[in-house]
């Protein structure tokens, strides 16, 4: 029996929680279809290339849309005239980039998909008049990704109305994130090996870990660990990530003089023994559609502090602490009880298992199917 054609279209940038979906996904149920990646993002290392490699996907990359848009329409123009797919699985924050969603279509695509990751913009302009022009296109996007998309993925409610709005919502089948929940359960020996290797033995290890941007809000994060220590001295910051806010983190970094207490790492492929070597994460993101990154953390029973502009679905642990962000002082009041706090990360969560990836992988697979439309009547109950 040969295997559909599917093309997979994500940000594919190292490090990011979209990408990982992608992959933790594709590969699961690679057997059945030929898949090819093409990414939208900025990416300077070669690592996603090597990853497709290794699972004999096909591998292409965008001109940058923000950057050269026209060439951008043009390549996806090219590229649906020359490639032929029975299944085009989209992956995206927003839907104001919706040329290629027609293309493909128009192309004579079986079934377009498109996935929505987030519940409002990745990134937004200064300027009002850009940022007019983005709300008008996305607004325009709502209506056709509503027209052209054959199958409409959310990984949450809200993400769901974000990208093709809340008048639409009975059509969208509410996928939660899954993770590979036996890799980033706690480990005893990881939160060793990793203390000892970054001489962290004896410390309170307070986390940061996702792209360096606005809507991640690392700046902040910052802010509460300086609260913290001033009066945990012997606390420390770990920030894994990398992107545009970088230098001003670093100068932040030195105007709070905490050059001795943070650590940042731009990316690190032992983030689950990162995890398990933390006391507390910080997750102050501005929006999300249903974030890998907590997820994560929760399997590995880490406490955490986190906004309340996350989805309900994300939460299963009850050493997860919701707290407004107009107020750095209770960030900090909270992280430092939860410090106080015990708590046997090594007991398993029943509630965990909704975010494995195979179960994630098992309902993507149904929803590309023909069974689709009978086998998901209440969507919304998940």
Known sequence: ?????????GDCISGSGLTEVIFNIFRKIKDEYEVTLIGYGEDKSNEIEERCKKLKWKFYRTPLVNKHPIDHWIFWKKFFNNHKFEIVYFNYSSSWNFLPVIFAKKAGTQIVVCHSHNSNYSHRFNNRILMLGLDTLNSIGRKIFDKYADKKVATSKEAAAWMFGKKNLNNIYISINGVDTRKFSFQKNCREYIREKYH????????????LQDRKNPL????????????????VMVMIGKGPLLSKIDDEIKRLNLNNSVIQIPYSSEVNKWYSAMDV???PSLHEGLPLVLIEAQISGLNIVSSKNISTL??????VK??????????AN?????????????????????????????????ILSDKYEKDFTNRHDR
């Not at 407004?324 to 960030?331: I, M, P, R």
């Open 1 to 9: 029996m040969s295997r559909k054609k599917i093309l997979v279209v």
């Open 200 to 211: 962290l033995v004896g410390k309170e290890v307070i986390g940061f870990v996702g792209v």
């Open 220 to 235: 902040f994060a910052l802010k509460v660990f300086y609260k913290i220590k001033k009066r945990r001295k012997n606390s």
């Open 281 to 283: 994460l910080l997750f």
């Open 314 to 319: 994300a939460y299963v642990n009850p050493n």
């Open 322 to 331: 919701r707290v407004s962000l107009k107020d750095v002082n209770s960030w």
């Open 334 to 366: 909270t992280a430092s009880n939860l410090l106080n706090t015990e708590f046997d990360r090594s007991r398993p969560l029943k509630k965990i298992e909704k975010f494995s990836n195979d179960t994630q992988a098992k309902n993507i697979k149904k």
